[in-house]
């Protein structure tokens, strides 16, 4: 591969980095102004499918979508380079978040500086069903499916497994009917082993050192404990970071403050609850993956060892978070590209891209009812969020802004209002 040939796409993913706010969800309607509607990369009807492949598989949806842009392009080699510059500006401010956390003076200030970039993102999730929804949703049956998707994502929003038996149902929907042809192409490529091979590699050593440095009592076995903990986390964990983050209290909050775990494992790696809450509040406000808080519980769990240990954990926390992701989606990948050759994946394919449609416009349902938006007299917060969700969808839609330029705008204005203490 020739770097020089790729420059300006790499250029392009560093930008949408440091602009893209709001999760999974968010991240897609960038995706569509950045990579479909200004520089061609990918097709609407690719990447609806990349995000509905990227949504049966464990580990970091934007991120793994993204990813397989890279791939397309590029290869291996280009998809790790997309990976790599995609992750490691909210890495790199996760992780000095970690060290930085002791000195933030007035939290609720640094808060209210974010405070709409939730309606930002709902904006941002709005157009992406909207954009979607005129490619994927086009007779009966697909209006049905985006239509009960929606009913289904709105109720189980948090529910890790929704999404993917959503995707599932909608693909055997619409492989009742026989008027759908297979696809014509190609026949079907050999299936290269080596990225599943490596993850399960992977995932079995660090299993097995991990435990023997805690029986053993290895001095300094937290670097070890804590790459087998995020590698596992990351090959896991289905439904992103609100999945992801419950089970990081679990292990690194609740369960090394329980009886059994004090008497048998008391070396194990823990975060001060106030610290742990601060961070996953945090990575909802930067830009960029929110398995970026891989940095920032990484430095937290091993700074009792000193700067260095810190800076360490930041790092395992980031890569072992990703890796996984990385790992499955390229192999898994080359394997859906092939099952697309049989009549039976070729017609499931309408019914999991208007699954798709339907689970952003459930997305966007749910995260609205979670930000004020009651106009009463007075009252200027839920007016002003009111405005930020429809200002975004329509400069989204209407305009040719760059999409890095809203977030910044949305800072800015509660900015203001902070200041203002509106």
């Known amino acids: 591969m020739t770097i020089y040939r790729h420059i300006r796409f790499l250029k392009a993913v560093l930008f949408h980095s440091i602009g893209a706010f709001g999760g999974p ?5 960038m995706m569509i102004k ?3 509607n200004r520089r061609h990369d990918i097709t609407e009807q690719e990447l609806l499918e990349y995000n509905a492949f990227c949504q049966m598989l464990p580990g970091a949806s934007s991120t793994q979508t993204l990813t397989l842009i890279g791939y397309k392009r590029g290869g291996i080699p280009l998809a790790a380079l997309t990976l790599l510059i995609w992750i ?21 200030a640094v808060a209210g500086t974010f405070k709409f970039i939730q309606p930002m993102s709902v904006g941002f999730i709005a157009y992406s069903a909207y954009k979607m929804a005129r490619v994927a949703v086009t007779n009966t049956i697909t209006v049905v499916i985006s239509i009960v998707a929606a009913i289904i994502s709105f109720f189980l929003f948090k529910t890790p497994w929704s999404f993917p038996a959503i995707i599932i149902a909608a693909g055997i929907a619409t492989n009742f009917s026989s008027k759908r042809i297979p696809q014509k192409g190609t026949p079907p490529r050999k299936i ?16 097995y050192v991990s435990e023997t440095a805690r029986k053993d009592n290895w ?32 292990q690194y909050v609740t369960r090394p403050a329980t009886e059994r775990i004090e008497e048998k494992n008391p070396g194990a ?20 993956p929110v398995f970026s808080v891989g940095a920032f519980m990484g430095g937290s769990a091993l700074k009792e060892g000193g700067v260095k240990m810190q800076l360490l954990g930041c790092v395992i926390g980031s890569i072992a978070l990703f890796l996984p992701s990385f790992l499955l989606v390229l192999f898994f990948f080359p394997v859906w590209q092939n099952l697309k050759k049989y009549a039976v994946i070729y017609r499931s394919l309408e ?32 007016f002003a969020n009111i405005m930020v969700i429809t200002g975004t969808f329509c400069l989204l839609a209407f305009t040719k802004i760059r999409p890095q330029f809203i977030p910044l705008l949305c800072l800015l204005i509660g900015l203001a209002v902070s200041y203002y203490h509106l």
């Not at 509040?281 to 930067?286: D, N």
């Not at 208007?354 to 917060?381: E, P, Y």
């Open 88 to 108: 490691t500006p909210a890495s790199i401010l996760m992780g000095a978040f970690s060290f930085l956390v002791e000195y933030m003076g007035n939290k609720e």
């Open 351 to 382: 019914g999991i891209n208007a699954s798709v449609v339907g689970i952003m416009t459930g997305s966007t349902i749910f995260l609205m009812k979670d930000i004020s938006v009651d106009i009463t007299v007075g009252s200027v917060v839920p």
């Open 192 to 207: 290269k082993w080596a990225n599943i091979l490596i993850f399960f590699a992977v995932l079995g050593l660090a299993g």
């Open 269 to 288: 790696l823990r975060i001060d609850k106030d610290d742990f809450l601060t961070g996953s509040g945090m990575v909802r406000a930067i830009p960029g």
């Open 34 to 36: 950045n990579f479909v």
């Open 219 to 250: 001095p300094n076995r937290g670097p070890y404990n804590l790459f087998e903990n995020f590698y596992r986390f990351g090959s896991l964990v289905f439904g992103g970071g609100d999945v992801l983050i419950p089970m990081m209290y679990q």
């Open 25 to 29: 969800q968010g991240h897609f309607g």
